[in-house]
């Protein structure tokens, strides 16, 4: 009998875990199909174009007084005066630090009084969709912006009549095959196609024969080859001997003056401030969105090549941006950037000290507050955040707090209505249940 019991009940729960497993795929597939059309717009291509020759921001009134290095700038002596440059078009890629990047322009933004073009209703503008004016909230024709800062797919010719003629393009870039890793992590669930991988270790099993499980017409298959590219506005699924791949990359190396990289982050920080004019107390940062060591799948060096011959044209690009990126930390002075890195990593470690109880980042589970819990993939809680500490002192309380807090509670700060983002989150929670 008991173990008629014992069987009966096992059956129970697998039945369970079926129905349960029919509910959510079904209720995903639904929320699926119902935020898509509620994401999808109607694009008007006849808007008037009325060009936006100068600024609209509020200029400081004061100059920095910088060493000077290579600079066309006025200079006296060692040292040139320049105003901080506040027109800003920073493409946010995906899985590059930039959530953390963003949380500096915001913070920049406030303290100048910027204006922001923001998206309407969600935290990006309807990407995959290339970026169109229109998907700016309350955009009219010849209204100004000073900085464009959300995930979209890059469309040269609509940020160009969208903002100042002599905006700074600024974007960032990551090691493709760690890139990659994280991008299957993050979205795979998102992408029906991985779905049918067996195994535990999808990743290696996609790796060993990834033309198996890709078709580059499935749904949000751009997540899984070559995604930098793709965010840059490009076709993500060229060959790599195809001459558009040559030609996109020249594009991006004109249009954008600063291509970061992550490997490089506090180095390509202190190009940044060079290049805009900023000051070292625009630049401290904490690193949000990390992903907890355990989640991270360490690549070995037969998966890292076969991640690489995946996603070649990232590869290529990444080649192609390295080499400028040296180029320009050699112009800048190897020595001075060296001192300069050291002075960022101590004013980084003093505000850690000032604002983050323990000091560190913690499991998303043990985030104290609501308002400082990030956004997590579906399925599980991966992502890390902060403790704000409960003593900081009146002078600090507000920055450490900016510091601190999730891209999408800043954007809320910020006046952005992100509805349709809010709604997925809820159903992203029952998915996770």
Not at 290 to 308: C, E, I, P, W, Y
Not at 384 to 405: E, F, I, P, Q, S
Request: with cysteine; proline share 5%.
């Amino acid at each position: 009998m008991r173990v008629i019991c014992t069987m009966v009940g096992k059956q129970g729960r697998q039945w369970r875990s079926i129905c349960k497993g029919l509910v959510l795929g079904t209720l995903l597939t639904s929320c699926m199909i119902l935020l898509y059309c509620l994401s999808s717009v109607d694009v008007p291509f006849d808007l008037p174009e009325i060009p936006v020759p100068y600024s609209c921001a509020h200029r400081p009134a004061h100059l920095h007084t910088l060493p000077a290095a290579n600079s066309s700038k006025q200079v006296t002596g060692r040292t040139r005066l320049c105003a901080p440059k506040v027109d800003i078009m920073f493409m946010k890629t995906h899985k590059t630090a930039s959530s953390t990047l963003i949380n500096i322009l915001f913070r920049f933004g406030e303290k100048h009084r910027l204006k922001f073009a923001f998206p309407d209703s969600r935290n990006d503008f309807f990407y995959p969709t290339p970026f169109q004016r229109s998907q700016v909230k309350d955009y009219k024709p010849g209204m100004c912006f000073n900085i464009i800062c959300n995930h979209m797919r890059f469309n040269a010719a609509e940020v160009a009549k969208l903002l100042p003629t002599d905006t700074t393009y600024i974007t960032v870039l990551r090691d493709p095959a760690e890139l990659f890793e994280s991008s299957f992590h993050y979205f795979g669930r998102l992408v029906p196609l991985t779905w049918k991988i067996p195994g535990e270790d999808k990743l290696s099993e996609f790796l060993r024969d990834p033309s198996h499980y890709f078709d580059a017409e499935g749904f949000n298959s751009f997540y899984l080859k070559n995604l930098l590219f793709f965010d840059l506005g490009q076709d993500n699924t060229l060959d790599l001997e195809d001459p558009r791949v040559e030609e996109g990359i020249r594009s991006i190396t004109d249009r954008f003056q600063l291509v970061m990289l992550v490997e490089h982050f506090e180095e390509s920080l202190i190009l940044l401030k060079d290049s805009l004019c900023w000051e070292m107390e625009d630049l401290l940062y904490f690193k949000l969105n990390a992903r907890k060591g355990s989640t991270v799948s360490r690549l070995t060096t037969d998966l890292r090549a076969k991640a690489l011959q995946w996603n070649a044209i990232d590869w290529k690009l990444y080649q192609h941006i390295n080499d400028t990126f040296w180029a320009k930390v050699s112009a800048y002075g190897r020595e001075r950037m060296r001192g300069d890195v050291a002075e960022l990593r101590r004013r980084n470690a003093e505000m850690a000290g000032i604002c983050i109880e323990g000091g560190h980042a913690v499991e998303a589970v043990n985030i104290q507050e609501t308002e400082m819990q990030p956004w997590q993939p579906i399925g599980e809680k991966s992502i890390m955040g902060y403790n704000l500490k409960k003593n900081v002192d009146k002078a600090h309380r507000t920055l450490c707090r900016k510091m601190l807090m999730p891209e999408l509670q800043y954007l809320t700060e910020l006046g952005v209505n992100l509805w349709i983002t809010r709604l997925w989150g809820h159903v992203r929670d029952i998915i996770n249940w």
